[in-house]
């Protein structure tokens, strides 16, 4: 772990050296916000540094009711229910909804914490290939006993493309199966910053969705929305809801403020996807995964169209190479290698904020004009 001294902007103090960060989740640029910074500060005065006990003994805080009264607002659903990390969302959600005469299906890039809910579950686990919904539904057919829920990300958090919702809905739909869907890549970012759901015009049509607040947002904790009967039934038998202390009263004010502010300030989403657009357009040249590089621009389609734009770059050591070369030059992008990814798939996980400037952006891929 490199330890990080110092944070102002996208500017990043690491091991004494000053870098561009473009390696963080915070999309918009809220985690150093003054808006964000006003809204913590205010919950902080109001009502210290910690909810004190589960929000089920005397944890309860109203600012954990109004965020979540926003989250639900704003993801267009019935209800939504605060956790301490979206990690505990999932975990939470999926452990308290099957057990072992179930079955749960993933996709196969799903996220750590999806696989982790899963397991804990009990529930018989199967794995569909990336985005294929034709071997979904042959997988959910096969299926005869228990509860089925499918599970997936909106938008996938190391390859940055997404799901492909509309058919997932009516595959689940057509197999009396669940679906739970992972906006934590999603939120602030799509459809006017509610995510690929309600962009699509499913969010009466996907039973789960889970949220984090600490990308986009800023902050601290996660969500799961849907129907009140969700809530109600993850308050009782959520096991990560009901025996941890409740989330920090500053990061819930600060995601409160971020939602609030998102309303009238659309302006951070414009920026951040002007941005994307810059950068991809001054890297992308065609081909689709490339090995070995020659010198001139990376010859990558940086897969998706968001902001998580990963260079694959095959192998371990030259990910990790061409990594130590860019922090030399002033850009913090770690390699992201097996176990996170697959073997052969090691790439550099770049992240565009809102934050970043246009000299920021185009330094980089100027600086990607490396040979390995």
Known sequence: MRRVNQRDGKLIEVGGKTCVDFCSNDYLGYANSEITKAGAEAALEKWGTGAGASRLISGNLSVFSELEKVIAEWKQTESALVFASGYMANVGAISALLDEN???????????????????????????????????????KNISTGKKLVATESVFSMDGDKAPLSDLVDC????????????????????????????????????????????????????????????????????????????????????????????????????????????????????????KYSTGFLPVNIIGDGPICPVIIGEAQNAVALSENLFDKGFLVPAIRPPTVPKGTSRLRITISADHTEEQLNSLAENLKLEI
Request: aromatic content about 6%; some cysteine; hydrophobic content about 40%.
């Open 172 to 291: 689940c739909k057509k197999n009396n199966a669940l679906l739970l869907v992972d906006e934590a890549h999603a939120l602030g970012v799509y459809g006017n910053g509610k995510g690929c759901v309600p962009e699509a015009g499913l969010s009466d049509e996907v039973d789960i969705v889970i949220g984090t607040l600490s990308k986009a947002i800023g902050s601290q904790g996660g969500f799961a929305a849907g129907g009140k009967n969700l809530k109600e039934f993850l308050v009782n038998n959520s096991r990560s809801f009901i025996y941890s202390t409740g989330l920090s009263p500053a990061a819930a004010g600060a995601a409160l403020a971020a939602f609030i502010n998102l309303k009238s300030e659309l302006s951070r989403i414009d920026r951040l996807w002007y941005n994307i657009k810059t950068f991809r357009k001054k890297c992308c040249t065609g081909a689709s995964h490339v090995k």
């Open 102 to 140: 179930d079955t749960v299906v993933l996709d196969r890039l799903a996220h750590a914490s999806l696989i982790d809910g899963a397991r804990l579950s009990k529930a018989k686990l199967k794995v569909f290939p990336h985005n294929d919904v034709k071997r979904l539904d042959k997988i959910l």
